[in-house]
């Protein structure tokens, strides 16, 4: 068990929360990364498994990925909203452009 790298992925954890908030998608994506290398040298071996605080900070982890989850799916929803509006001004845009050409 290397504590050090559990201490590492739950700071890189909040990181991705506090980048979410931001909507630094990018950022979230590149932390998740560096996250899941520290997760791997951080549950080498079996003797993690004896350690209640270990199960701690791995629901911890568990928890605010569900939070990040909800955070990127309701991105995603704003996102397409916005690409409809854009859309639906742009159909309006051409309508108006034709009705000129033709008056």
């Excluded at 629901?59 to 639906?88: F, N, P, V």
């Amino acid at each position: 068990m290397n504590d050090t790298a559990l201490q590492s992925a739950l700071a890189l954890t909040a990181a991705m929360l506090a980048a979410a908030d931001a909507d630094a998608w990018d950022e979230v994506a590149a932390l998740a990364a560096r996250r899941h290398a520290c997760l791997q040298a951080a549950l080498g071996g079996d003797a993690w498994r004896l350690r209640s605080q270990v199960v701690q900070d791995l629901r911890h982890i568990l928890a605010a990925d569900r939070q990040l989850a909800e955070r990127a799916s309701a991105a995603r929803r704003q996102a397409a909203s916005a690409l409809r509006e854009l859309r639906g001004g742009t159909r309006m845009q051409d309508v108006y452009a034709a009705n000129a050409a033709l008056g």
